[in-house]
């Protein structure tokens, strides 16, 4: 997973791109205190995102369980950073889904989601969605 903050309507947010999948969610006005734990930050959001998408409790869980204890790190690689950038590109053309009272974007996460990508962990197109039902 890359995280990266970005200023959605001039509002500091989190962006996570799974690198593999191009599945991305964002967590929106992030507030100052639960930026200093960025796991949690990233666990909750992760598992709010996966439940809008339809999957359940349990394979979010799964999931995290089988990654093992999350690791911060620098930039993987210019490729994956290039995605991390296309993702942010398709979140600021999709604007117009954005809740801005909520923390949480099912709809601009699900607008992202369901957009023909490219990846690093599948050969052509196609969707973050499909890739990270995939994984799970």
């Known amino acids: ?10 509002r500091k947010s989190l962006l996570a791109v799974h690198c593999r999948s191009r599945y991305t969610f964002v967590r929106y006005d992030v507030p100052p205190l639960q930026w200093a734990d960025l ?34 790190t620098r930039t993987h690689g210019r490729r994956e950073v290039a995605f991390l950038n296309r993702a942010w590109e398709d979140m600021l053309a999709m604007d117009l889904c954005l809740d801005a009272d909520h923390q949480a974007q099912p709809l601009l996460d699900h607008a992202v989601n369901t957009r023909l990508s490219r990846c690093v962990g599948f050969e052509g197109l196609g969707t973050g969605l499909e890739r990270i039902a995939a994984s799970l």
Do not use: C, K, M, T
């Open 1 to 10: 997973w890359a995280l990266h903050v970005i200023d959605l309507r001039g």
């Open 39 to 72: 796991p949690n930050l990233f666990r909750a959001g992760l598992l709010e995102s996966l439940a809008a998408a339809g999957f359940s409790p349990a394979q979010g869980e799964e999931y995290l369980r089988r990654a093992g204890a999350a690791v911060l």
